[in-house]
T-cell receptor
Framework: ETGVTQTPRHLVMGMTNKKSLKCEQH?????MYWYKQSAKKPLELMFV???????ENNSVPSRFSPECPNSSHLFLHLHTLQPEDSALYLC????????????FGQGTRLTVV | EDQVTQSPEALRLQEGESSSLNCSYT??????LFWYRQDPGKGPEFLFT???AGEEKEKERLKATLTKKESFLHITAPKPEDSATYLC??????????FGTGTLLAVQP
């Protein structure tokens, strides 16, 4: 069991649906991250939040919308996705933006049909 | 541009057959070199952080070492339960974790 919990573990959605991924960390960390993992590719950093403020957005399409209401919770809101967005979405946290030793959740396996 | 390259892509070992995984990195102002283990369908599990050349860390059958250009993950007398994908990542002046594509390790009994 990790200190970072993601729900749901699996999600199938149509291209016109709206859904949200949730992440909660119990480690007392101040930085949280969303990553995308596709087959045969390195993990891609999507968003970074530090003390609930978005500090980085790595050219991610607007159909992905993050939200960080407090330092323990992170959401990724999804709408009008494309089949190529199917991937494993991973949430991570670290002690701070500078202390990048990251701890990951179990991920959400997203399939867009 | 910061970059991490892992080799080999895949490695098959017999139980008890020791080997090493390689991680080559180029990064401005290294702040940390990280190793993770990832099982299928799960998130990466943190293993080690190395901060400077010459540093070594051990955990059970795993030992990570660091030079100015590479890191190695040595696996001594592996068991089938060590089968997983091992990921390497670096962090530098940009504070971003840059990951390699991983080495898929299979240990056969």
């Amino acid at each position: 069991e990790t200190g970072v919990t993601q729900t749901p573990r699996h999600l199938v959605m149509g291209m016109t649906n709206k859904k949200s991924l949730k992440c909660e960390q119990h480690l007392g960390h101040n930085a949280m991250y969303w990553y995308k993992q596709s087959a045969k590719k390195p993990l891609e950093l999507m968003f970074v939040y530090s003390l609930e403020e978005r500090v980085e957005n790595n050219s991610v399409p607007s159909r992905f919308s993050p939200e960080c209401p407090n330092s323990s919770h992170l959401f990724l809101h999804l709408h009008t996705l494309q089949p190529e967005d199917s991937a494993l979405y991973l949430c991570a946290s670290s002690q701070s933006r500078v202390r990048t030793e990251a701890f990951f959740g179990q991920g959400t396996r997203l399939t867009v049909v | 541009e910061d970059q991490v390259t892992q080799s080999p892509e895949a490695l098959r070992l017999q139980e008890g057959e020791s080997s090493s995984l390689n991680c080559s990195y180029t990064v401005s102002g290294l702040r940390g070199l990280f190793w993770y283990r990832q099982d299928p369908g799960k998130g990466p599990e943190f293993l080690f952080t190395l901060y400077s050349a010459g540093e070594e860390k051990e955990k059970e059958r795993l030992k990570a070492t660091l030079t100015k250009k590479e890191s190695f993950l040595h696996i001594t007398a592996p068991k089938p339960e060590d089968s997983a994908t091992y990921l390497c990542a670096s962090s530098g002046a940009t504070n971003k974790l840059i990951f390699g594509t991983g080495t898929l390790l299979a240990v056969q009994p």
